[in-house]
T-cell receptor, first 109, second 114 residues
Framework: KNEVEQSPQNLTAQEGEFITINCSYS?????LHWLQQHPGGGIVSLFM???GKKKHGRLIATINIQEKHSSLHITASHPRDSAVYIC???????????FGTGTRLQVFP | ETGVTQSPTHLIKTRGQQVTLRCSSQ?????VSWYQQALGQGPQFIFQ???????GRGNFPPRFSGLQFPNYSSELNVNALELDDSALYLC?????????????FGSGTRLTVV
């Protein structure tokens, strides 16, 4: 069964803290996406990974294909980072995305 | 380059009614996927259209149907609405199949069934 699990489900932080959100999946994938969803519902694609590491501003995403695990890191967190962060994977031989249930992040000033 | 546009943004329907949701794909994208996101849950795959043909379907009943037009925009139709159909419906477009590629998501249509 193709599954995607995220942890933690909820996360609170003080402004400036370093944040890590984790994603594990069950079988081989062709790509993993990290997405950001704000309260209005719209989803923004942050990263698409198939190996290694990507960095954009204060966001860093890593993936370990052998361990079937990815992490999203936020350095120097800010209240505007408050959102739901969702991991989604495309398993091999399929064109659909399977989503995790998301991690709700709240950053307080 | 335009993004993905969904309409309407919000909708209230009565149980038993029918609804049509619309999605305009990003310029250059020929694949549209629809997802249902219940409150507090991750999105669930409904179906995908590629070049006007359905290309994969999730675990949704036949009352969920779709269409893709020659300009690659798409519609999601739901018949005989049930209370549990209340959710955020997301559309995502992408360019082609079978490759590692990015998706562009719309802001969603929030459907409430009363």
């Amino acid at each position: 069964k193709n599954e995607v699990e995220q942890s933690p489900q909820n996360l609170t932080a003080q402004e400036g803290e370093f944040i890590t959100i984790n994603c594990s999946y069950s079988v081989g994938i062709s790509a993993l996406h990290w997405l950001q969803q704000h309260p209005g519902g719209g989803i923004v694609s942050l990263f698409m990974l198939s190996s290694g590491k990507k960095k954009h501003g204060r966001l860093i995403a890593t993936i370990n294909i052998q361990e079937k695990h990815s992490s999203l890191h936020i350095t120097a967190s800010h209240p505007r980072d408050s959102a739901v962060y969702i991991c989604a994977v495309r398993f091999l031989n399929t064109d659909k995305l399977i989503f995790g249930t998301g991690t709700r992040l709240q950053v307080f000033p | 380059e335009t993004g993905v546009t969904q309409s309407p943004t919000h909708l209230i329907k009565t149980r038993g009614q029918q609804v049509t949701l619309r999605c305009s794909s990003q310029s250059g994208h020929n694949t549209v996927s629809w997802y249902q996101q219940a409150l507090g849950q991750g999105p669930q795959f409904i179906f995908q259209y590629y070049r006007e043909e359905e290309n994969g379907r999730g675990n949704f009943p036949p009352r969920f149907s779709g269409l893709q037009f020659p300009n690659y925009s798409s519609e999601l139709n739901v018949n005989a609405l049930e209370l549990d159909d209340s959710a955020l419906y997301l559309c995502a477009s992408s360019a082609g199949l079978g490759q590692v590629r990015g998706y562009t998501f719309g802001s969603g249509t929030r459907l409430t069934v009363v």
